[in-house]
């Protein structure tokens, strides 16, 4: 779960210049890239800059740390701004009134596809359950979207792009919603409403009618700058100690080693790596460079996914704030379900790419 | 006397929107009382799925992130 709280509702700006605004916005996107361009020239520059003998084992840390803090923070505020944008369309109100009364199934799939573009905050995950429960959205459907919202995120997504590429960042993209879709149908067709707090049940209340907001675009550009500031503002501490983590192991891990405990051959080295990750909590900010490094050194992708999902999926602080509204028995499903959705993607990916 | 509540379990978000209400009202010169509700079953009561969440005279206005400073002026008005 990153804990990145949705930005703050756009505020409106009634005679704002709307034309500087999406100027500002367009020459901020060119200089992105410009800057970006140069990236591999500067962390080059110093490295010969600083006394170390090129192909040592310091020199392939410093590498690595130079290059990839800069590059991996650029990412990622593009990507955060573009995704804050993209969340000013929706709100969980409105997700809410899409998903109420769905089937099973479509529902289950819509849920989880809404999970990745609704702004959803870790402290509202109590609300947001209950909203969606008491109006009428199966449980099923409410836990694929609450499994989806913090797996599938901006942050995993970004930074798997800028460090490990497209390819990886679109699987575990489509296996995130697998997960997501399948743990919550399962949790579904195990008609469970009866282990929720007795209090939830007794929760009558409909949708509230809300006044329609109206959003302007510089409020939509407002709300991309918030959240970078937001969320940015919060992980970037953990991804410079996530790519210190990353280059220690870049300089020195042994590939042997690495290659035996989390190589393809370990079959059980993909349940470890579940067990392992759900009282870690990291979130992606922190994970995805060490992640990185752990692959070049061998460590098996399906291995190397299914820990990171356990990471940031099955965590210890979401569960003790669910605990407020899942009994103990239900929570136990929770993690049961998801937990042996990931290991089915670790077996399946380390089967299937070698 | 204009009744507002504000919904949310304790987050900074809620606290600033108490805030930012209190402002706004002081500024109109409209009387108010603002109460804060943070009881997770009250909340769910008004049938909101995120928080924070604004109650005037007990219809919900707002709900979700924090508001923007002109539309409080029109709840309370």
Known sequence: MTNACSAPAPRGAPNAHTGLWVGGTVAFVAAWFFVYGLLPGFADAVVAALPLTPGSHAADAVAFFVYDTPKVLMLLTLVVFAMGIVRSFFSPEHTRALLAGRREGIGNVAAASLGI?????????????????????????????????????????????????????????????????????????????????????????????????????????????????????????????????????????????????????????????????????????????????????????????????????????????????????????????????????????????? | MKDVKVLGPGCKRCQTTAEMVQAEADRLGIPITIEKVTDYAAIAGYGIASTPGIVVDGKVVHAGGLPKAEDIGGWLG
Request: glycine share 10%; proline share 4%; hydrophobic share 65%.
């Open chain 1, 117 to 354: 573009v609704t702004p959803f905050c870790s402290c509202s995950a109590v609300p947001l359950f209950i909203g969606f429960v008491s109006a009428g959205v199966p449980l099923g459907v409410t836990f694929s979207f609450l499994i989806a919202a913090p797996m599938v995120n901006e942050v995993a997504l970004g930074l798997l792009f800028a460090l490990v590429g497209w390819k990886i960042a679109l699987t575990y993209l489509g296996f995130g919603l697998g997960v997501a879709i399948v743990a919550g149908w399962v949790i579904g067709r195990l008609h469970l409403e009866g282990w929720l707090q007795e209090w939830v049940l007794n929760v009558r209340a409909g949708a509230a009618d809300l006044p329609v907001a109206t959003v302007t675009v510089v409020d939509r550009i407002r709300a991309g700058i918030d959240a970078v500031k937001d969320i940015v503002g919060k992980v970037w501490m953990w991804i410079i100690v996530g790519i210190a983590a990353g280059a220690f192991i870049h300089g020195w891990a042994p590939v042997d080693l690495i290659a035996a405990i989390m190589g393809r051959e370990a079959w059980w080295s993909v349940p470890a790596a579940v067990i392992v990750g759900i009282p870690m909590y990291s979130n992606a900010a922190g994970i995805i460079p060490v992640v990185e490094a752990l692959l070049t050194k061998g460590a098996a992708l399906g291995t190397v996914l299914a820990f990171m999902m356990s990471v940031i999926a099955l965590s210890l602080p979401e569960m003790i704030i669910l605990r407020k509204v899942l009994t103990a028995k239900l929570i136990a499903v929770f993690i049961a379900v998801v937990g042996a959705g990931i290991l089915a993607v670790g077996w399946l990916f380390n089967a299937l790419f070698v």
